[in-house]
């Protein structure tokens, strides 16, 4: 075990000590572009000029250093007991959770992360995170699989533009507390489309060409064996834009995930013209004047769909089980899953007694009854969630909502909403309580 170990790490050695050298000359080329820009920075902690400089040059010597020791086979790699609680805090209900948890403390605390200094410090340390772990051999067959890698620049990419987005809205949301207009109208310079706009397009197009091609070199296609019954892939995983879709499956039936869910994204998309009330921050980004819409799209898109990407992406192992991303994947691994219905809890737990069911040679009506009996349960939470929830938001956190949409408008936003909160909702309740269905018709294919 200790020979192999070592044989994957000579393997991974050069290209390792590489990226610690390529994060070398990025802190380098950030301490140069300080020393270059002067005083008036945003790039550092309200130090000297010089001692920013300084700050960033030790920063990329300390990748310096640690390149050569990868290099001849000493990369530093994280301890047991680190990986051992990442993998314990990279389940489900944790990893969600926190994600969450996050994304609130990102919100409420946005002044701070906003700031370039505090952003290309976490940047370093997460890439830093990045090569410890790449010293684990799972971790490695995992991001360095070919179809895993375009993910991975995928988050970091989404991680950038989110940041910058909030970049922009909080200077924004300051100028016109200052009664300054925002960044973007300041910017009225007119660019010609010839041959201005064609000449940016033309090289940005030869580049992303360039870099396809490298890609296309350096990385194998990522085609398996052509497709038999006798041996399928498992895990068998749909494409990477198509994770968060299985991933919902796993938790409703396919008429819901797969068809209801979608319709309610592009109906809820389409609506959100005739719902907006709030004439402000058209153009330009903001946060204050857009705080709902703020919230409710990061948490929709982030939380709802790019987590669950990320966990069907790394998380997700063979027999469809959930592994630490330091975990191995044991193809042996079998989880029993003793999922129950909400009517058998209701039933069979809470009262002691058997599921209602019609008598033998019943007529169809009298077992439609005994069916909506066994389920009245789930039935009731069901109705009670999307008829008294909406009255209840509107008497209290929606009040202002209420009063300038209208009651049709309302009603519609509200019902968007709790639609999309029956996702994480259901999820926690099956990770939480084994619950499958909180309403299970399985005789008329009717699950929720």
């Known amino acids: 075990m200790h020979g192999s170990h070592q044989a994957f790490i000579h393997d991974i050695a050069t290209g390792l000590g590489l990226y610690y050298l390529l994060l070398c000359l990025m802190n380098w080329a950030a301490a140069l572009w300080l020393w270059r820009k002067g005083p008036v920075t945003y790039f550092h902690f309200g130090l000297m000029p010089f001692t920013n400089v300084l700050l960033w040059l030790l920063v990329g010597m300390f990748f310096f250093i640690l390149a050569p020791f990868t290099m001849i086979g000493w990369p530093p790699e994280l301890a047991d007991f680190i990986k051992g609680g ?88 300051d100028r016109m507390r200052q009664g300054l207009p925002p960044m973007e109208k300041l910017d009225d310079e007119k660019t010609l489309v010839w041959p201005d706009l064609v000449y940016t397009e033309l090289i940005c197009m030869i580049a992303l060409t360039a870099l396809l091609l490298v890609w296309a070199i350096m990385l194998q296609a990522p085609l398996e064996d052509p497709a038999s019954s006798v041996k399928t892939p498992n895990p068998s995983k749909a494409p990477w834009y198509f994770l968060g879709l299985q991933e919902m499956l796993v938790y409703f039936d396919p008429w819901y995930a797969g068809v209801v869910l979608p319709s309610v994204v592009l109906v ?27 919230i409710v799209f990061q948490t929709g898109f982030l939380q709802l769909w790019v987590v669950l990407i990320v966990l069907g992406t790394f998380l997700r192992g063979p027999n469809w089980n959930f592994f630490g991303p330091f975990e191995h ?4 691994k079998v989880l029993p899953l003793n999922n129950i219905d909400l009517s058998q809890y209701f039933w069979v737990y809470g009262l002691q007694q058997s599921l209602p069911r019609a008598p033998e040679g019943s007529s169809t009506g009298l077992q439609l009854a005994y069916i909506l009996l066994r389920e009245s349960p789930g039935i009731i939470a069901v109705l009670a969630y999307f008829m008294f929830l909406p009255p209840l938001m509107a008497a209290t956190v929606f009040r202002k909502f209420f009063v300038r949409m209208g009651f049709l408008r309302y009603m519609v936003m509200s019902n968007l909403l709790l639609l999309m909160a029956t996702l994480p909702i259901k999820m926690v309740l099956r990770w939480t309580f084994n619950l499958k269905y909180i309403i299970s018709i399985p005789e008329y294919f009717l699950n929720f």
């Open 86 to 173: 990442v993998n314990t805090l990279s389940g489900p209900v944790t990893l969600t959770v926190g994600a969450l948890a996050s994304l609130t403390i990102l919100f409420l605390g946005r002044r701070f992360f906003v700031k370039p200094v505090v952003a290309w410090a976490g940047f370093n340390l997460a890439l830093l995170a990045m090569g410890l772990s790449m010293t684990d051999p799972t971790f490695a067959e995992i991001v360095r699989k070919p179809d895993n890698v375009p993910i991975v620049v995928l988050v970091f990419l989404l991680g950038f533009f989110t940041w910058l987005a909030g970049y922009q809205a909080v200077r924004n949301d």
């Open 268 to 294: 809820g998309l389409m609506a959100i013209p005739f719902l907006d009330f709030n004439r402000q921050g058209s153009g330009y980004y903001t946060i204050e004047q857009r705080r709902f819409a703020y």
């Open 329 to 332: 994947w044991d193809v042996h």
